[in-house]
């Protein structure tokens, strides 16, 4: 279990205690396997959340499934629950990506801040599903825009995340030309979470694209040297590289199963690690 920072954990660690003390839930951990148990320990304490916009359009691949986001916003609620500060990065492709819908036709800059107006779009969207569902939420954004969101600081979403608020991260890092992958390691970099879950359309890391070749391997564990040198798909290379300068653990799994998060946060070996050495 990663070690605390300080004071960053004394709240939550007197919540966790009080709940574990006092509460069984229903909640699905394992395979197929549902009904009353107590919770388990928690390994990650402080996690940066990743979620690829196209995960929570559905099948239709643009715009918001809402049944998808309320499921997905339903365990951050038992995340919460349990203690775990959650601070939240939602990319912006099932509105626009810059790269790809932009491409030749427009310039790179300007299309890339249509993304991070994207990111925006879909992270009032969660926090508004949040607030629903009792959870607290706040959207912090790289770029001004007073009007939807406040101005991103390291401070304002410490104090937030100590209060037990959502902090859902918008705008990306504020500039063109770096990925919402990248954005979200930043912050996490800044917040110390104690690790980046990466939840995508695929279950892990493979050698290839699983899609396309039937004879690709999942990984379990690799080293960020093996990711970048192998030019493995997990995350762009400035963000893999961001998060092997500071040590950084990520975890990449599906969303398909959003109780893969409790999973993650719970410690179960789901998905593929990728940490300084294995």
């Not at 660690?13 to 396997?33: H, V």
């Not at 279950?203 to 391997?217: C, E, K, L, Q, R």
């Not at 990984?219 to 030019?231: F, G, K, S």
């Not at 993650?264 to 294995?278: F, L, P, W």
């Given at each position: 279990?990663p070690?605390?920072?300080?004071?960053?954990?004394?709240?939550?660690?007197?919540?966790?205690?009080?709940?574990?003390?006092?509460?069984?839930?229903?909640?699905?951990?394992?395979?197929?396997?549902?009904?009353?148990?107590?919770?388990?320990?928690?390994k990650?304490?402080?996690?940066l959340?990743?979620?690829?916009?196209?995960?929570?359009?559905?099948?239709?691949?643009?715009?918001?499934?809402f049944?998808?986001?309320?499921?997905?916003?339903?365990?951050?609620?038992?995340?919460?629950?349990?203690?775990?500060?959650?601070?939240?990065?939602?990319?912006?492709?099932?509105?626009?990506?810059?790269?790809?819908?932009?491409?030749?036709?427009?310039?790179?800059?300007?299309?890339?801040?249509?993304?991070?107006?994207?990111?925006?779009?879909?992270?009032?969207?969660?926090?508004?599903?949040?607030?629903k569902?009792?959870?607290?939420?706040?959207?912090?954004?790289?770029?001004?825009?007073?009007?939807?969101?406040?101005y991103?600081?390291r401070?304002?979403?410490?104090?937030?995340?100590?209060?037990?608020?959502?902090?859902?991260?918008?705008?990306?890092?504020?500039?063109?030309?770096?990925?919402t992958?990248?954005?979200?390691?930043?912050?996490g970099v800044?917040?110390?979470?104690?690790?980046?879950?990466?939840?995508k359309?695929v279950?892990?890391?493979?050698?290839?694209?699983?899609?396309?070749?039937?004879?690709?391997?999942k990984?379990?564990?690799?080293?960020?040297?093996?990711?970048?040198?192998?030019?493995l798909?997990?995350?762009?290379?400035?963000?893999m590289?961001?998060?092997?300068?500071?040590?950084?653990?990520?975890?990449?799994?599906?969303?398909?199963?959003?109780?893969?998060?409790i999973?993650?946060?719970?410690?179960?070996?789901?998905?593929?690690?990728?940490?300084?050495?294995?």
């Open positions: 279990q070690e605390g920072n300080g004071e960053k954990h004394k709240q939550i660690d007197n919540f966790a205690k009080l709940w574990l003390s006092i509460s069984r839930n229903y909640i699905k951990i394992g395979k197929d396997k549902e009904g009353v148990s107590d919770l388990p320990q928690i990650y304490r402080r996690i959340l990743k979620i690829s916009g196209e995960a929570l359009a559905g099948e239709a691949h643009r715009g918001l499934n049944d998808i986001v309320n499921d997905v916003c339903g365990v951050i609620k038992q995340c919460v629950d349990m203690g775990v500060q959650v601070g939240l990065v939602v990319g912006g492709g099932n509105f626009w990506r810059g790269v790809k819908d932009g491409a030749d036709k427009m310039q790179r800059s300007h299309g890339d801040a249509m993304g991070m107006l994207a990111t925006v779009m879909n992270a009032i969207a969660v926090a508004d599903a949040l607030e569902q009792g959870v607290d939420a706040r959207v912090l954004s790289a770029v001004e825009m007073n009007k939807f969101a406040e991103f600081t401070d304002t979403a410490e104090r937030y995340l100590n209060d037990g608020k959502v902090v859902l991260f918008a705008a990306g890092t504020g500039n063109p030309y770096f990925s992958d990248t954005g979200a390691v930043l912050r800044e917040i110390e979470a104690d690790a980046i879950l990466l939840a359309n279950d892990g890391i493979y050698s290839a694209d699983p899609n396309v070749d039937p004879t690709a391997v990984y379990d564990t690799l080293t960020y040297d093996q990711v970048l040198a192998q030019h798909k997990a995350t762009d290379t400035t963000a590289t961001l998060a092997m300068d500071n040590h950084m653990v990520l975890v990449c799994f599906a969303l398909k199963d959003p109780q893969n998060i999973r993650v946060v719970c410690g179960e070996k789901i998905g593929t690690i990728v940490k300084e050495e294995i």
